[in-house]
């Protein structure tokens, strides 16, 4: 029955008629035959009962004389007829007067059939009154041959018909069964490429045409709304660009805006914190007026930190930060970063862990890793309890990258704020406390590694600590050009005051110059972002040695050399040229134009301690192995 | 199947009836015989009486009167049959049928009396039909046989079916 079910309904339509079919053959052959038969028999029997008649008159006389032979003689007559098989008469006192039989007559009847033969008796007559009896045995032989080639004919005909009826029900059923095959087959098909385009050609207006037709009218309906659909989505596509265009022109200009803005702020900034300096260096100076001039400066050099980080923010937010990637040894970077910042470490009494880094190298931006770097060590030392302790470490990790992390034994941060201490000017609150910063340092750290394509994270928990890491493509490290790590650090021997001046214009140079000049608490160092102040700083206040940029805004640091060497003080002043124009012919001429030393970037701290010893005061400064 | 074997079975023992089993004497077929010709002749229209139809018998055959005499009453030609014995005198007298017995001596005169009349003249007579009388019975080995004179019969405008002649031994046209 399942199966039954599952046939194709042309097939069952088939099936049906094939069946209907079979039932109105069966019944119209059996009647036809029926009735064949009975005619027939009827007909034998009328022909039989008139030739008996015939032969009765005929036998009357012999029968009445009671002649044998005569009436044999007319018997034999039915040789003519086959149907007859065999004849008798018999007198009305019970004799036999005659017989007739057919010679062939012994065929044995169909055993399915009926009798294969039947009898008849025809009464003799003579004068009203019966003389005998003519006796005549019928073959229904004739009867069954014609019912047999009829029921073969029939046959052969209702299964002509049949088939027939088939191949129509066949067609009949294609008729219903193609437009739903039609129907399906292009649903299939829309649903699979959704192309609501397609319609289904109708060719009737029955019932499956009327359907045909609402689907169309639905992939119509559907086609539509797609249209309106996608004009729509355009629409707003177009809106949202606009709108994007209109963001992005916005912030740029904002961008913009700050890095003027703290370009122009930087000029005067500068100039108020070197004449602060030279002022508190003033010996005349009472002690009231040189705390006073202290704290201008302090709050001076707290306001260019903040415009410069608000500037390199702006700079790599409108993408113009350039980085000059190249392969970083962790341990120098390490090295450098630790040795600013020990002298706070040891004022607060931590407890500094490192691991050994040699051979361990990224790709990276130099000074802008040592910043980030720094930022995170800085953070450290600033957020961490008193004989707290710091650990950095390095870890490897897959695709071939280095994460190296700083964990501090902190107060730690809550992890609902972890993602707010990444943005700018969010401190957590620590603008209350008396810790010094701005809010700026881990948004420039990321945003400086994310640009060098690394990744920056935390982890931490409240009142035991955070650890902060710094993850980068791995390097490897050229061993030749590995210089020989002295772990070395400036040393100033006590009693010796002298005051420096760094002319240099990028803001992160002076800050790491400032930063390896607080380990040097007998010099002083005094910056300068133009040639201009950096005059005007030295002509009130001669230093003891000068360090140049050499590409500076307005003039070069050549010509500035130029300029300082024509004033009275500064004829014999030392000059350290700090210039990332490395090139040996760079290097020459530098020497060739009067400055004593010419240092590359990044600087080598090691150079620089030993170039500022042998220039400053050759033997009073010595070099100390750091532990 | 049955039908069929009866027939045979009747076919092989039970052979046609005959006479000269001594069931029944010459007489009587005699008698029968010719109560049976009537059946077989036509007589010219408005010849028969209405009722019955008359049968005389000529010369003293006593068997054959009893004989005869036992068919009075039945019917032929839709008419009852009645028996007369008649005289040579009486001759051709009232009569349709005409039965000579063989010991009548002067059957040619007797014949010759009845001339033309529409009656259907039957002896057992030698030579009967020669002396155009209509139909001669004679037995051969006790079997009873005819010969009829069509010639005769007509002349007196009698016709006999041909049924009946068939069956006659010989016929004189
Ligand atoms: N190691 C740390 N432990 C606890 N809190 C920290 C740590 N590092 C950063 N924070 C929190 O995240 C805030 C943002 O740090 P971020 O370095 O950006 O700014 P800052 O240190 O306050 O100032 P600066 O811009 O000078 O670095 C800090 O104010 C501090 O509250
Ligand atoms: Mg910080």
């Known amino acids: 029955m399942r199966r039954l079910l599952s046939l194709p309904i042309r097939y069952k339509l088939m099936l049906l008629a094939g069946f209907v079919l079979t039932g109105a053959m069966l019944s119209v052959i059996s009647f036809s035959i029926f009735n064949e038969y009975h005619e027939r028999r009827y007909a034998i029997e009328e022909r039989a009962g008139m030739i008996g008649g015939v032969l009765a008159a005929n036998v009357m006389s012999a029968v009445l004389f009671s002649d044998a032979s005569d009436a044999s003689k007319t018997l034999h007559s039915l040789i003519n007829v086959p149907d007859i098989r065999a004849a008798r008469i018999m007198t009305s006192v019970g004799n036999t007067l005659a017989t007739y039989t057919t010679s062939r007559h012994e065929f044995s009847p169909p055993d399915w059939a009926m009798p294969a033969r039947f009898e008849i008796r025809v009464p003799i007559m003579s004068e009203n009154a019966k003389i005998g009896t003519l006796f005549l045995v019928v073959s229904n032989a004739s009867l069954w041959q014609a019912l047999r080639t009829n029921a073969q004919r029939t046959t052969v005909l209702m299964a002509l018909l049949m088939l027939l009826a088939l191949a129509a029900a066949s067609k009949v059923g294609r008729y219903i069964t193609d437009p739903i095959e039609i129907l399906a087959k292009t649903a299939r098909h829309i649903s699979s490429t959704r192309n609501y385009q397609l319609r289904v050609t109708n060719y009737a207006d029955d019932e499956l045409?009327?359907?045909?037709?609402?689907?169309?009218?639905?992939?119509?309906?559907?086609?539509?709304?797609?249209?309106?659909?996608?004009?729509?989505?355009?629409?707003?596509?177009v809106q949202l660009r606009q709108a994007k265009e209109q963001a992005e022109t916005a912030n740029r200009a904002k961008s913009e805006f700050l890095s003027r803005m703290s370009h122009e702020l930087r000029t005067p900034l500068n100039s108020i914190l070197g004449f602060s300096q030279v002022m508190a260096g003033d010996p005349a100076l009472d002690e009231d007026h040189r705390d006073s001039t202290n704290e201008i400066f302090k709050a001076g050099r707290h306001l260019l930190e903040l415009v410069n980080e608000v500037l390199d923010l702006a700079k790599i937010e409108s993408g113009r930060l350039q980085l000059s990637m190249e392969t970083v040894p962790l341990e120098d970077v390490v090295m450098e970063c630790f040795a600013l910042i020990e002298p706070l470490a040891i004022k607060r009494n931590l407890n500094i862990e490192r691991p050994n880094m040699s051979h361990m190298a990224v790709r990276a931006d130099r000074i802008r890793l040592k910043e980030a770097l720094l930022n995170l060590i800085s953070n450290a030392v600033k957020y961490n309890r008193d004989h707290g302790h710091i650990r950095l470490s390095i870890e490897s990790r897959l695709?071939?990258?280095?994460?190296?992390?700083?964990?501090?034994?902190?107060?730690?941060?809550?992890?609902?704020?972890?993602?707010?201490?990444?943005?700018?000017?969010?401190?957590?609150?620590?603008?209350?406390?008396?810790?010094?910063?701005?809010?700026?340092?881990?948004?420039?750290?990321?945003?400086?590694?994310?640009?060098?394509?690394?990744?920056?994270?935390?982890?931490?928990?409240?009142?035991?600590?955070?650890?902060?890491?710094?993850e980068l493509p791995a390097s490897t490290v050229d061993e030749v050009t590995q210089p020989e790590q002295v772990k070395k650090r400036l040393h100033a021997r006590p009693g010796l005051q002298c005051t420096v001046l760094y002319v240099e214009d990028n803001p992160a140079n002076v800050?790491?110059?400032?930063?390896?000049?607080?380990?040097?608490?007998?010099?002083q160092l005094i910056t300068a972002n133009t040639p201009e102040i950096g005059l005007q700083l030295a002509r009130a206040n001669p230093p003891a040695l000068v360090m140049l940029d050499i590409n500076l805004p307005g003039m070069d640091g050549y010509e500035l050399l130029g300029r300082i060497r024509a004033e009275s003080w500064g004829k014999n002043l030392p000059a350290i040229a700090i210039s990332a124009n490395a090139m040996q012919c760079d290097i020459e001429r530098g020497n060739s134009a009067g400055f004593e030393a010419y240092l590359t970037k990044p600087v080598d701290l090691n150079q620089l301690n030993d170039t500022l010893v042998g220039l400053l005061d050759p033997g009073s400064m010595a070099t100390e192995e750091m532990t | 199947m049955k039908t069929y074997l009866r027939v045979l079975l009747l076919l092989f023992f039970c052979p046609a009836w005959s006479l000269g089993q001594g069931m029944v004497s010459e007489s009587a077929v005699k008698a029968a015989f010719i109560y049976n010709f009537i059946k077989f002749v036509e007589w010219p229209a408005n010849t028969l009486p209405t009722g019955h139809i008359r049968l005389c018998?000529?010369?003293?055959?006593?068997?054959?009167?009893?004989?005869?005499?036992?068919?009075?009453?039945?019917?032929?030609?839709?008419?009852?049959?009645?028996?007369?014995?008649?005289?040579?005198?009486?001759?051709?007298?009232?009569?349709?049928?005409?039965?000579?017995?063989?010991?009548?001596?002067?059957?040619a005169e007797i014949l010759r009396m009845v001339g033309e009349a529409p009656k259907l003249t039957i002896s057992d007579a030698a030579d009967f039909i020669d002396d155009h009388g209509m139909i001669g019975l004679n037995s051969v080995d006790h079997k009873v046989q005819f010969d009829i004179n069509v010639n005769s019969a007509r002349r007196a405008h009698l016709k006999i079916s041909a049924q009946l002649l068939k069956l006659a031994r010989r016929v004189v046209q």
């Not at chain 1, 800050?511 to 010099?523: G, T």
């Not at chain 2, 009852?80 to 063989?102: F, M």
């Open chain 2, 57 to 107: 018998l000529v010369g003293h055959d006593d068997k054959l009167q009893v004989a005869i005499e036992q068919m009075v009453g039945k019917e032929a030609q839709g008419r009852i049959l009645e028996i007369a014995n008649v005289q040579r005198s009486d001759l051709p007298g009232n009569c349709q049928v005409l039965v000579i017995s063989s010991n009548e001596d002067r059957v």
């Open chain 1, 399 to 470: 695709e071939h990258r280095l994460r190296i992390v700083v964990s501090d034994s902190g107060h730690g941060i809550p992890e609902d704020k972890l993602d707010d201490i990444f943005l700018p000017f969010n401190r957590l609150n620590a603008e209350f406390s008396d810790i010094e910063g701005t809010g700026i340092g881990l948004t420039i750290t990321r945003r400086l590694i994310e640009t060098m394509g690394g990744t920056v994270g935390v982890h931490s928990v409240v009142d035991k600590g955070s650890s902060f890491w710094i």
């Open chain 1, 209 to 237: 045409g009327h359907l045909i037709d609402d689907f169309n009218t639905m992939l119509e309906e559907i086609e539509l709304r797609d249209t309106q659909l996608e004009t729509n989505i355009e629409q707003r596509t």
């Open chain 1, 511 to 523: 800050k790491l110059m400032v930063r390896i000049f607080r380990s040097l608490p007998y010099i």
